[in-house]
């Protein structure tokens, strides 16, 4: 098959017209020079033949041209250039909106008309180097169409080919040159040095002179492919001079620096235009699998004494296993810091911090763990086999929406090391890497599955199949064997031609080839517009960022005739990350800030100078930056932004009411503002800070007489005492374990997420969640007698007699930790209502109390519209509401003339209970017929049938109860979850 292009394309051709207009009044000319050719006569004397060489020439004034740049740069909404310091200009391209075919036809554009001829390519490596080539290539018929047949030679710089330098110099049509900075950037100034340099900055015997100097004498325009990695060093930069350009155009999606930016159009913009494919997120998480001693090392800090180490580690925190992070130094002992005895013997020995090999090792154990590394969690190979399983599956579901449309599905796996793909033996054969033997497994599992009838009905040899729909793409040895390599050898040159070579192959359906397999090394500059699935498999945690892991397949997918295929229905890249989803959307647009200098959420003070305001003739005429400048400053002052231009909530808010404060003489274009604002302002935050209020004492109900019997009344504080049967309670635990204890296998949960990005930020949107079980053999059984008796304080005796009357004990093999954890939790409790039915309060004495002067104390805060409203009757001017139930009520309190005062109970009111501290919801007074008055505690619950209720608060409020009984016969403690069933309650 063979890729079209669209010609047509309008965000394409915005940003070649933001470079062309650049030259805007130039005139078509040239300039020539005298190119001298050296010839040997008869007599062996050197004579020099002279040749015409033809070079580009500049006529505009750095004024005039500074006049165009900021037309252009208003056009597009970027900032104004305010002084040309020098000729370099920026255009930044998202990954996959086709960057490189965008400054190919510059050059055709500039051409045609400015009459511009000489051009040289220059990219940071092999594989981009392969991939303008292969653009070059592919493009020819396309652009000898669109520019009437234009003559054009393109080359790649060869050392060995210097000629290739002299027709670049001589012709008087278009020439382009690429070549790898690598190839000039060591240059010399100590002619004893020479051949330290590159052959491009020698003198060379058939030119006459150094091939350098007669590019240099062409003035050629170069354009920098990816300018943050080839000039990114002083030394890159003086090669890049040493080419004499007339400017150099820079083309990237994540710039570090910007020269004269001239257009934009970020992962942001892409995005929104859908001009990429959609980013799904595929995580594949562990649940309930916490039977071997976890250790991630999440960072080292020897800036203070003593060095210390962030360790992840399962730690048993009141009989429940919580994966959490820890501060540990050296001699920690971690089956102290866990309580668990599963990690006996990891006391930590060192804690090593030299920069890219930061690690912690043990006294006792010989394990090493290294920065963001892990050991102790489910066999790798198990993990590595479910997101292969899991990579197939996505890739045949694909196909089955896909293939019905002429699309061709492609899925990508990145390793780290080739033997894990390609392994060979002792004859020199290759016998498959476990991921390829996985991969073959798992495949010719899932294609017999009844809904990939239709892909799987027209093989007829299974096993042929399965051997051709996957290949690796990797670097051969002498020997001719795969290789690891880092991606700029010459090893590396041969791998990516193959690569480029296979592109278009690759899209059609002729070739069985659908999963590639390829080294992490050559992660740049190959992709392939047909990738719907990426997937890294990596032995340790992959380093790889995550924009150059999607940027393999975020180019918009390609049908059998060779189309562009749009719209997110079809164009969704599934990534399956090594983490959850929450955490790769929030490293993603970590990594867009910082590469693309995107600051979500800010408003920029020329964020509206490309408002159109009107037209002058045909052109459009724009708000401008003054004006835009002004406006940006009247929503600082509105409280719409701060005085950096982040967006507050107030704006939010305002937005989502469509009651911004615009002034009048900007309401003409107030849609065009409006709509910028709501791209920039986000989602509204659950709470305002700018709205959060201390909350203070009201002292008219504080003081009154009517609050202060209410607190009389309430403010005792009581002991308790328990009695309980520990027979009834072993056969009570044995049979919840025989009949409620669920300790299945660990599972992985694989979770699916939407990634949606605007210039609020980047969020996960249509999450999905799909369960396997983990079936690992490795897992180990601990000593589950001792592990409950410490968790229980049971005998041993009880401990034992429990298990053998549960008759459970073959769900221990399954899950160990898992069934440990549920039946501490089925003991605890047991143990819990045995002891409530048992217990019994007493006031300890009249000077054990809640001091009324308490609330004066304590500092209360809320937020306006979020969390809190006014109040006529509590001892504070407002109340602060947990939910809506308990909102109502206060509101229905307030209204309510029966009532005469009330408290919402502070959190240091608290009762003590066997199953923890207990803190009622609130204390009012009641009066009836204004005359009886009445004391209550009120517990609000949503539901208030007591089998809804939780065993552990059905517990507490027993025990509250009871508390209040021993307090006296005038105040008890209610469970209502409205004001009607309250009245009920007050009226029985």
């Known amino acids: 098959m063979k890729l079209k292009f669209d010609s047509k394309l309008a965000f394409q051709l915005e940003a070649i017209q933001s470079i062309t207009d650049i030259f805007e009044g130039q005139e078509t000319c040239k300039t020539n020079f005298s190119v001298t050719k050296p010839s040997i006569q008869r007599d062996q004397l050197i004579t020099l033949e002279a040749e015409q060489g033809v070079g580009n020439k500049l006529n505009l004034l750095d004024d005039e041209m500074l006049e165009n740049i900021q037309r252009i740069q208003l056009r597009n909404g970027l900032k104004q250039t305010t002084r040309l310091a020098s000729k370099d200009f920026t255009v930044e391209m998202e990954t996959g909106t086709g960057k490189t075919y965008v400054y190919l036809r510059s050059i055709f554009e500039l051409n045609k008309r400015f009459g511009f001829t000489k051009f040289i390519i220059v990219v940071p490596s092999i594989a981009i180097k392969e991939g303008v080539n292969k653009s070059l290539q592919i493009t020819r018929d396309h652009f000898k169409e669109l520019y009437d047949n234009v003559t054009y030679d393109f080359f790649t710089y060869d050392s060995q080919k210097?000629?290739?330098?002299?027709?670049?110099?001589?012709?008087?049509?278009?020439?382009?040159?690429?070549?790898?900075?690598?190839?000039?950037?060591?240059?010399?100034?100590?002619?004893?040095?020479?051949?330290?340099?590159?052959?491009?900055?020698?003198?060379?015997?058939?030119?006459?002179?150094?091939?350098?100097?007669?590019?240099?004498?062409?003035?050629?325009?170069?354009?920098i492919d990816e300018p943050q990695s080839v000039d990114n060093t002083p030394k890159s930069k003086e090669a890049i001079a040493s080419l004499n350009p007339l400017c150099t155009l820079r083309y990237s999606a994540t710039h570090r620096e910007k020269y004269n930016l001239m257009y934009k159009l970020d992962s942001v913009d892409a995005y929104e235009r859908k001009l990429v494919k959609q980013i799904e997120v595929a995580s594949l998480e562990v649940e309930n699998y916490h039977n071997k001693p976890y250790i991630k090392l999440l960072g080292v800090n020897n800036k203070t004494s003593p060095i210390t180490a962030k360790v992840e580690l399962d730690v048993n925190k009141k009989g429940n296993i919580q994966r959490t992070s820890k501060q540990i130094k050296q001699n920690d002992d971690l089956m102290e810091i866990t309580n668990r005895q599963i990690y006996e013997g990891y006391i930590i020995r060192d804690?090593?911090?030299?920069?890219?090999?930061?690690?912690?090792?043990?006294?006792?154990?010989?394990?090493?763990?290294?920065?963001?590394?892990?050991?102790?969690?489910?066999?790798?190979?198990?993990?590595?086999?479910?997101?292969?399983?899991?990579?197939?599956?996505?890739?045949?579901?694909?196909?089955?929406?896909?293939?019905?449309?002429?699309?061709?599905?492609?899925?990508?796996?990145?390793?780290?090391?080739?033997?894990?793909?390609?392994?060979?033996?002792?004859?020199?054969?290759?016998?498959?890497g476990k991921y390829a033997h996985m991969f073959q497994e798992e495949y010719r599992r899932i294609i017999k599955n009844p809904r990939f009838s239709n892909i799987i009905k027209n093989i007829k040899d299974l096993d042929m199949h399965v051997s051709k729909v996957h290949e690796g793409y990797f670097s051969i040895d002498k020997k001719g064997k795969a290789k690891d390599t880092r991606g700029d050898t010459q090893a590396d040159d041969d791998t990516y031609s193959l690569i480029m070579k296979d592109?278009?192959?690759?899209?059609?359906?002729?070739?069985?080839?659908?999963?590639?397999?390829?080294?992490?090394?050559?992660?740049?500059?190959?992709?392939?517009?047909?990738?719907?699935q990426i997937c890294t498999l990596n032995e340790t945690t992959s380093e790889m960022k995550k924009r150059q892991e999607i940027g393999r397949g975020l180019r918009l997918?390609?049908?059998?005739?060779?189309?562009?295929?749009?719209?997110?229905?079809?164009?969704?890249?599934?990534?399956?990350?090594?983490?959850?989803?929450?955490?790769?959307?929030?490293?993603?647009?970590?990594?867009?800030?910082?590469?693309?200098?995107?600051?979500?959420?800010?408003?920029?003070?020329?964020?509206?100078?490309?408002?159109?305001?009107?037209?002058?003739?045909?052109?459009?005429?724009?708000?401008?930056?003054?004006?835009?400048?002004?406006?940006?400053?009247?929503?600082?002052?509105?409280?719409?932004?701060?005085?950096?231009?982040?967006?507050?909530?107030?704006?939010?808010?305002?937005?989502?009411?469509?009651?911004?404060?615009?002034?009048?003489?900007?309401?003409?274009?107030?849609?065009?503002?409006?709509?910028?604002?709501?791209?920039?302002?986000?989602?509204?935050?659950v709470k305002n800070a700018e709205d959060r209020r201390k909350i203070n004492v009201n002292k008219g109900v504080f003081l009154s007489p009517e609050f202060k019997q209410l607190w009389n009344k309430i403010k005792f504080k009581t002991t308790y005492s328990v009695k309980f049967d520990t027979?009834?309670?072993?056969?009570?635990?044995?049979?919840?374990?025989?009949?409620?204890?669920?300790?299945?296998?660990?599972?992985?949960?694989?979770?699916?997420?939407?990634?949606?990005?605007?210039?609020?930020?980047?969020?996960?949107?249509?999450?999905?969640?799909?369960?396997?079980?983990?079936?690992?053999?490795?897992?180990?059984?601990?000593?589950?007698?001792?592990?409950?008796?410490?968790?229980?304080?049971?005998?041993?005796?009880?401990?034992?007699?429990?298990?053998?009357?549960?008759?459970r004990l073959d769900a221990f093999k399954n899950n160990p930790q898992k069934f440990i954890d549920e039946t501490i939790s089925i003991i605890r409790t047991q143990m819990q209502h045995t002891i409530v039915d048992g217990i019994k309060y007493e006031k300890i004495g009249d000077h054990e109390i809640y001091k009324q002067e308490l609330f004066e104390n304590e500092e209360l805060f809320g937020h306006l519209r979020q969390d809190m409203i006014e109040s006529n009757k509590s001892p504070y001017n407002y109340v602060v509401y947990d939910s809506a139930v308990e909102k109502t009520m206060a509101e229905e309190f307030e209204r309510s003339e029966n009532v005469k005062v009330y408290a919402k109970l502070p959190g240091w009111f608290k009762i003590n209970t066997p199953l923890g501290s207990y803190n009622p919801d609130w204390a009012i007074l009641w009066e009836m017929n204004g005359e009886e008055k009445l004391f209550f505690v009120i517990e609000t619950k949503g539901a208030i049938s007591w089998e809804f209720l939780r065993p552990i608060e059905k517990g507490k409020i027993q025990c509250g109860k009871r508390h209040f009984q021993s307090l006296g016969e005038d105040i008890k403690l209610e469970v209502a979850n409205n004001f009607d069933s309250l009245r009920d309650v007050v009226l029985k």
């Open 162 to 223: 210097l000629e290739q330098v002299r027709s670049f110099a001589t012709n008087d049509y278009i020439q382009i040159m690429v070549i790898n900075i690598d190839a000039f950037r060591r240059s010399f100034t100590d002619p004893a040095k020479e051949t330290k340099a590159n052959i491009i900055h020698r003198y060379h015997d058939k030119l006459g002179y150094p091939p350098i100097e007669l590019i240099k004498s062409t003035d050629p325009i170069v354009i």
């Open 503 to 532: 592109k278009e192959k690759l899209l059609s359906f002729a070739s069985n080839l659908r999963f590639i397999f390829s080294h992490s090394a050559l992660k740049e500059g190959w992709d392939n517009p047909n990738v719907f």
């Open 727 to 807: 027979e009834n309670l072993i056969n009570k635990c044995a049979k919840d374990i025989r009949d409620n204890l669920i300790a299945g296998k660990g599972k992985f949960i694989y979770t699916k997420a939407k990634t949606e990005i605007s210039r609020g930020g980047t969020s996960a949107t249509d999450i999905t969640h799909t369960t396997s079980l983990i079936t690992d053999p490795t897992q180990e059984l601990p000593d589950i007698v001792s592990y409950l008796q410490n968790e229980t304080n049971l005998t041993r005796k009880s401990i034992v007699e429990i298990l053998i009357k549960s008759n």
């Open 351 to 432: 804690i090593y911090c030299e920069p890219e090999n930061e690690y912690i090792d043990f006294t006792s154990r010989p394990e090493i763990v290294r920065l963001g590394h892990s050991i102790g969690t489910i066999d790798d190979d198990v993990y590595k086999r479910t997101q292969i399983q899991k990579t197939i599956e996505e890739h045949l579901n694909k196909e089955l929406i896909l293939n019905p449309q002429n699309i061709k599905v492609l899925s990508l796996f990145f390793i780290d090391k080739v033997s894990n793909y390609r392994l060979y033996d002792e004859e020199g054969n290759d016998v498959g």
């Open 557 to 685: 997918a390609v049908n059998q005739s060779g189309d562009r295929i749009q719209g997110f229905d079809v164009n969704t890249l599934t990534v399956m990350a090594n983490e959850s989803y929450d955490d790769f959307v929030s490293k993603l647009q970590k990594e867009i800030e910082q590469e693309e200098g995107i600051r979500f959420g800010y408003l920029e003070d020329h964020s509206f100078a490309n408002v159109v305001v009107g037209l002058e003739g045909e052109d459009p005429e724009y708000l401008g930056h003054q004006k835009s400048e002004e406006l940006w400053k009247f929503f600082l002052m509105k409280g719409y932004i701060n005085d950096k231009g982040k967006v507050l909530d107030l704006l939010r808010l305002d937005l989502k009411e469509d009651d911004v404060d615009i002034p009048q003489e900007f309401q003409p274009v107030q849609g065009q503002i409006k709509k910028t604002l709501r791209k920039v302002a986000g989602k509204l935050n």
